[in-house]
């Protein structure tokens, strides 16, 4: 069976609006003819005459009488899906959003952003999901956001926006012996690391950047999040070599210093699909997401 033609529903709509073929053609700018072949499509398609001759006008059959509201509410729900969407109303918006980030990022982010999304718009969820590993069907799979630092360009259907730019840093806990005096380049080397790769790869940005003085770092240990490594660092007498903003929290009451050789720097980025990127409100969380994450505060 041959898929009707949609567009006939605002011609009917018109007609029966105007009971006359002359002035619908007005309207939708045909001519005579052009209207009057659209209206024998019509009667073909619906198996009714739909206005029949009756004097010097047209008069609706039952057929066209009984379709008349309907026609109208067809064609005005179709005239709604075609515009842009409203304005986005943040006090009446009930909608929830899953991020997924890495360790970290929650405890450094996380109260100012929540803060700032109810602020704005109360009926608003965030569901953080924990980063493990990298997962590149996650944004196709319905997770809305996803923060990291993109080792490659994504694919096509993902968009990404960059949030900060962040340096590596050493922290160890009071009482090691790199808490106190100048950190050397020696010291720092020698010393016991632990290492984060969630790959579970030996050596990564900070070795490239410390063979460059000639030395390497003696790690000790490999784990696969920041918090672990700041974790272990804090308990006993290793060197975590984390980013600065995004552990700003995990660090605190411990002996944070600057590489005593040139940091490597990374860009945190944040990254949705396609389909969203559009969307009024998701648009808006993007925003609030990228405002929290420049303010320094």
């Not at 995004?246 to 990374?266: D, W, Y």
Request: hydrophobic share 40%; glycine share 8%.
């Amino acid at each position: 069976m041959a898929r009707p033609d949609l567009n006939l529903l605002v011609t009917l709509d018109v007609l029966l609006e105007e009971g006359s073929v002359t002035r619908a053609g007005k309207r939708l700018a045909l001519s005579p003819s052009a209207m009057s072949r659209a209206l024998a499509r019509l009667r073909r398609a619906t198996g009714d005459p739909l206005l029949v001759r009756s004097g010097r006008g047209l008069v609706p059959t039952p057929r066209a009488v009984e379709l008349r509201t309907r026609v109208s509410a067809l064609v005005r729900d179709a005239e709604q899906v075609l515009r842009p969407a409203e304005r986005l109303d943040l006090a009446t918006l009930a909608r929830g959003f899953s991020v997924r980030c890495s360790d970290g990022f929650v405890e450094r982010f996380g109260p100012e952003l929540v803060a700032a999304v109810g602020s704005q718009a109360p009926g608003v969820r965030l569901h953080f999901l924990q980063k493990t590993r990298p997962d590149p069907e996650a944004l196709r799979d319905g997770v809305d956001l996803e923060t990291g630092v993109a080792d490659e360009a994504p694919p096509p259907e993902v968009r990404s926006r960059p949030l900060f730019t962040d340096r590596f840093v050493g922290v160890v806990r009071e009482g090691h012996p790199l808490s106190t005096g100048k950190v050397t380049t020696a010291r720092y080397a020698s010393a016991r690391h632990v290492h984060v790769s969630r790959r579970g790869l030996a050596e990564g940005l900070v070795d490239e950047a410390i063979r460059r003085t000639g030395r390497r770092r003696d790690i000790v240990t490999v784990v696969d999040g920041f918090g672990a490594a700041v974790a272990l660092a804090r308990a006993a007498d290793l060197v975590a070599t984390v980013p600065e903003r995004h552990t700003e929290n995990l660090r605190q009451g411990m002996r944070s210093f600057a590489l005593p050789f040139p940091a490597p720097e990374v860009t945190v980025s944040l990254l949705w699909h396609l389909r969203l990127d559009a969307d009024p409100a998701h648009r808006w969380l993007r925003d609030r997401i990228a405002g929290v994450c420049r303010d320094p505060g």
